[in-house]
């Protein structure tokens, strides 16, 4: 190659970097700064709760207000997460502005009132929107650069909300297909999910840190070794139950959502019975710790995500969750699936800790990341996450959980459009290319 050649291909190959460095930073500074306003509105939305207790009860009526808002201005927002996976896959009409103010006010009135909702789907969708418009402002009409672009802005918003960059940068690939990472996306999803994880800690905002106390143990000659056998195989039968109950999570969304939907046609009006179900779980359960993110228990004591990691037993408490989670999600209340994961996986690990006699904080921890995997479908961006928020040193324990979660939950998951590339089971090959709406019922697609 000659000396003008190389020039050439150095001026082509700085374009191309500038270009997409002019794409990705104002994006994921963008997505960033709201979630970082997003995570500062939820608090304040939880202390509100707290102080006002009564307010559970406008449950109803705050859903059906949401209902009514994106009734009149959502359209294609309605479509959530599930939009922007579609819009990756087989780029179109592109994702709506409007889709990042109508989720995040539809996310912080369900908290404020005390819907067991997460956050997750809340910055993805952020992200998407935010990514789908730089597209559009630009100009872009290459499939290829729109895809990267919407995959970098779920990972922009994945990794704010949660302060988990890496995890965050895996997650934006891996969640597009079932059992396959999109690789060559991966310097734009890296790039987009460190700035935003940065830009939202530079407003100060921090996440709850969740401390596990297991470290492994010595080995026989006093050394730290990363896997105990014995343990190692308590913790891949508590993954067995991790999956199962990602399965049962998800199914139990859509199947509820399917049978609301021909109860009550009127879209708007189903948010009213989600609230009015939730109320009377409360009064059913005796309880208020399932409201909510359910990090942090509101009374001392109580069930709650960073109390599973301790001396305390729950046995319940995770079913009570999912119950919870299930009613107002189906019901179309706004939020996200992530966080109230999180809340059943460390609480069933807390639950079956005693009857594995296994540590109960390390139980919590896997089932912590594993309830997510099998029901997102991302076994390595969710072992990653546990090394993010808990250490290295049970990285095994957190691997093992993820994929032996991700094989159990079966061909299912919260996210419908993701296609399955790589199926869980041999004699399913036939449901590659299908999209898990179609999959999950063992039939093609239309």
């Not at 952020?126 to 290829?144: D, E, F, H, K, Q």
């Not at 299912?412 to 041999?426: D, E, N």
Request: charged share 10%; hydrophobic share 55%.
């Amino acid at each position: 190659m000659n000396i003008a050649a190389l020039a050439r291909a150095v001026a082509r190959q700085s374009e191309g970097l500038l270009k997409w460095a002019s794409l990705l930073l104002p994006m994921a500074a963008c997505v960033g700064t709201l979630c970082a306003l997003f995570l500062w509105l939820l608090d304040r939305a939880a202390q509100t709760r707290l102080l006002h207790p009564w307010l559970l009860y406008g449950l109803p009526v705050a859903g059906v207000a949401v209902g009514l808002l994106y009734y009149a201005w959502g359209r294609a927002a309605e479509g959530g997460n599930n939009l922007i996976v579609d819009q990756i896959h087989e780029p179109g009409g592109g994702v709506p502005l409007r889709m990042a103010p109508l989720v995040l006010v539809g996310t912080v009135v369900s908290h404020l009132f005390g819907a067991s909702v997460g956050r997750e789907g809340t910055a993805v969708q952020m992200g998407g929107s935010i990514a789908s418009t730089v597209g559009r402002v630009w100009r872009l009409i290459n499939p290829y650069e729109i895809r990267v672009l919407l995959m970098s802005g779920i990972a922009a918003g994945f990794s704010a909300v949660f302060g988990t960059p890496v995890a965050g940068a895996v997650f934006g690939m891996e969640v597009i297909r079932v059992g396959r990472i999109d690789y060559d996306a991966l310097v734009p999803v890296a790039l987009s999910a460190i700035v935003a994880d940065w830009t939202c800690h530079a407003w100060g905002m921090e996440h709850v840190p969740y401390h596990l106390a297991f470290q492994g143990y010595a080995g026989a000659d006093g050394h730290f070794f990363h896997a105990d056998l014995l343990l190692l195989g308590k913790v891949m039968v508590a993954a067995v139950a991790f999956g199962l109950a990602s399965l049962v999570f998800a199914e139990s969304v859509h199947r509820l959502a399917a049978r609301l939907r021909q109860v009550c046609p009127v879209v708007w009006l189903r948010p009213a019975l989600g609230g009015i179900a939730t109320i009377a779980l409360v009064w059913l359960c005796g309880s208020r710790d399932y409201l909510g993110l359910g990090i942090i228990a509101p009374e001392a004591g109580g069930a709650s995500i960073t109390n599973f990691f301790g001396s305390g037993h729950y046995p319940l408490a995770w079913a009570w969750k999912l119950v919870f989670t299930v009613v107002v999600l189906a019901a179309g209340f706004k939020g996200g699936e992530v966080t109230p994961l999180f809340f059943i996986g460390a609480g069933l690990g807390n639950a079956l800790a005693p009857l594995l006699h296994a540590p109960a904080d390390l139980l919590a921890g896997v089932g912590f990341v594993a309830v997510f995997a099998g029901a997102a479908n991302t076994p390595l961006a969710c072992t990653l996450m546990g090394v993010e928020l808990f250490g290295t040193a049970d990285i095994v324990y957190f691997a093992t959980g993820c994929f032996v979660a991700y094989i159990c939950s079966g061909h299912s998951g919260i996210y419908l459009s993701q296609r399955v590339a790589v199926p869980k089971r041999h004699q399913a090959r036939g449901m590659i290319g299908m999209a898990l709406r179609q999959a999950r019922m063992g039939r093609p697609e239309p």
